[in-house]
């Protein structure tokens, strides 16, 4: 207390005069209050004072909430709304815990256990701190059956004569009730009814389980509309938290705006931060100074029809079963940043990864002072540079499949970024997959017909076809000189080597180039 602030309280605040005192309901207030330093200090001091207040109260959430990306001294107290939703996960997390507390306490060593996955605020899909991979037990119960055992006996009565009491005893039964009101879900409070030796009749009983019933049903509507509304939006909040602390960590400067969203991902550029220091065991990384962040919607219709490249991609087949929808998301973006890998260590032009976070690829920008580099679709190019562009891409799709192992499988004039006027830079490779994929073939044929018109049509004489193209990649050699035959052949090419696999479990043999692909990072 500031001794202070007391000794120059204004003269309103100390007592009246002599009539005020005599007055039976004390001394009137005044009516206007004059703002004084004093009272000033005094707000001072109560907001310090509920702030160590809330900090004794919250010691843990201040501490959950320092993510890796997030340390104490650049805590971001500028957006409210954000505040609010972590503070919001941390409390839904502390509240989680606790159920699970008192879930272990309930069961006990019982060999049978009720399960309060139910009640929790926070889906186990949701989340990603590693305490709450826990196997959730699936014993499901209902938690509104009675499960302690009655003391009235099967015959409904006990004792004998005038002393005999029945099971519609009034107090037996309003304990009973008492005792049932446990079996409410946890967040309903029912206080100690027990310890009190309450009794319930059974009207007031039905009524309250009645309500605990109808509230359970309307916080789990609450619960839904919540899971659903934030799908349907691009960048739902967890997103926009993990965005957030990217910013805060200081590895992200600003966010500046979006630069495009697709069916299957949203876009934002970003300037770049400081070093940052990701983890305790690895080396401090330069950031950009400008950034693309490309974050994989988590709305999962627009991932069924991708499934064909990523099931039957081996390097992900084992783990694919396994998964539910989000972490198949996920492994879009983790497929994006190997590739993207793979293609800088071969020296191809395409954006650099910065980290992989979730559903959410920083990577460097291609592109200068927030404007993207334009996608080849939309350059006007000379024919000049037209031929540097389409030889430059000859070059890659041949890096791409020998060197990296890789076929695009979306490669089109949409994804190939005119940088600088005279690079081109090729984008969007999540769904790139190696060249003995089951359909590998096909999607390089693919890629091959929508380079060869792309530059046929602008005019770049010297352009091989589709089929040449696909040979001077591949080196598979071809002959057929139509399109019909040579797609039968690319797909007798790809059962010879799916019939392989099947047979030795392992892919190769109908590719003469380099046999076993390079190991990255996986
Ligand atoms: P989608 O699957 O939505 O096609 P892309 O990876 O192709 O995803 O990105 C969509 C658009 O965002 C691109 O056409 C390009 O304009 C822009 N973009 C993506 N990555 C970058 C980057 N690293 N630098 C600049 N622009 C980018
Ligand atoms: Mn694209």
């Given at each position: 207390m500031d001794p202070v602030g007391v000794a120059t309280a204004?003269?309103?605040?100390r007592p009246g005069p002599a009539w005020q005192s005599k007055c039976p309901w004390g001394a009137p207030k005044p009516t206007s209050i004059s703002c004084s330093l004093a009272d000033v200090m005094s707000e001072q001091l109560a907001k310090e004072l509920q702030l160590e207040e809330e900090n004794a109260a919250f010691p843990e959430v201040v501490a959950v909430a320092?993510?890796?990306?997030?340390?104490?001294?650049?805590?971001?107290?500028?957006?409210d709304l954000m505040l609010a939703q972590m503070l919001q996960m941390e409390f839904d997390r502390e509240y989680d815990a606790q159920l699970r507390r008192e879930e272990k306490k309930f069961n006990g060593d019982s060999k049978v256990s009720i399960s309060?996955?139910?009640?929790?605020?926070?889906h186990p899909f949701d989340s990603?701190?590693?305490?709450?991979e826990v196997d959730w037990q699936?014993?499901?119960?209902?938690?509104?059956?009675?499960?302690k055992p009655t003391i009235t006996p099967k015959k409904g009565f006990i004792g004998k004569g005038k002393d005999i009491t029945t099971k519609h005893d009034e107090v037996v039964c309003g304990r009973k009730n008492t005792a049932r009101?446990?079996?409410?879900?946890?967040?309903?409070q029912v206080g100690d009814g027990i310890g009190m030796d309450l009794k319930l009749s059974n009207q007031v009983f039905n009524a309250l389980k009645q309500h605990a019933y109808s509230e359970e049903r309307r916080s789990a509507r609450l619960h839904e509309k919540k899971e659903h509304s934030t799908a349907e939006?691009?960048?739902?909040p967890k997103t926009r938290l993990l965005l957030y602390k990217m910013v805060n960590a200081g590895m992200?400067?600003?966010?500046?705006?979006?630069?495009s969203t697709g069916k299957e991902s949203v876009v934002f550029h970003a300037y770049g931060g400081k070093?940052?220091?990701?983890?305790?065991?690895e080396d401090d990384k330069v950031i950009p100074p400008e950034c693309a962040i490309k974050v994989f919607k988590?709305?999962?219709?627009?991932?069924?029809?991708?499934d064909k490249y990523i099931k039957d991609d081996y390097r992900f087949k084992d783990r694919f079963s396994k998964l539910n929808p989000r972490k198949i998301i996920r492994m879009w973006a983790e497929k994006e940043m190997h590739n993207l890998t793979r293609m800088q260590n071969a020296g191809i032009p395409c954006p650099q990864v910065v980290i992989l976070k979730k559903h959410v690829l920083v990577m460097s920008f291609i592109g200068q002072d927030q404007v993207p580099a334009p996608k080849l679709k939309d350059v006007k190019l000379s024919s000049e540079d037209m031929k540097k562009a389409y030889y430059q891409i000859l070059n890659m799709m041949q890096q791409l499949y020998?060197?990296?192992?890789?076929?695009?499988?979306?490669?089109s004039e949409y994804n190939m970024l005119w940088h600088d006027g005279k690079v081109v830079w090729l984008i969007d490779v999540s769904q790139s997959v190696e060249?003995?994929?089951?359909h590998g073939l096909e999607f390089l044929f693919r890629d091959c017909r929508n380079v060869s018109q792309f530059f046929q049509k602008g005019g770049v004489t010297e352009a091989l076809n589709e089929r040449e193209l696909f040979n001077a990649v591949?080196?598979?050699?071809?002959?057929?000189?139509n399109e019909v035959d040579f797609q039968a052949e690319i797909e007798a090419l790809e059962k010879v080597n799916e019939d392989h696999v099947q047979k030795h479990g392992k892919k190769v043999s109908?590719?003469?180039?380099?046999g076993d692909p390079p190991i990255y990072d996986e």
């Open positions: 204004p003269p309103e605040a320092e993510g890796p990306f997030i340390t104490g001294e650049n805590t971001d107290t500028s957006s309060f996955e139910n009640y929790r605020k926070v990603d701190s590693s305490e709450d699936d014993t499901r119960h209902d938690p509104y059956k009675a499960d009101m446990e079996n409410f879900a946890p967040e309903f939006k691009a960048v739902d992200l400067e600003t966010i500046t705006g979006c630069i070093y940052v220091h990701y983890f305790t065991n988590t709305t999962l219709n627009e991932f069924k029809n991708r020998k060197e990296c192992n890789l076929v695009h499988a979306d490669l060249p003995t994929h089951p591949s080196d598979l050699n071809i002959a057929a000189d109908a590719f003469p180039s380099d």
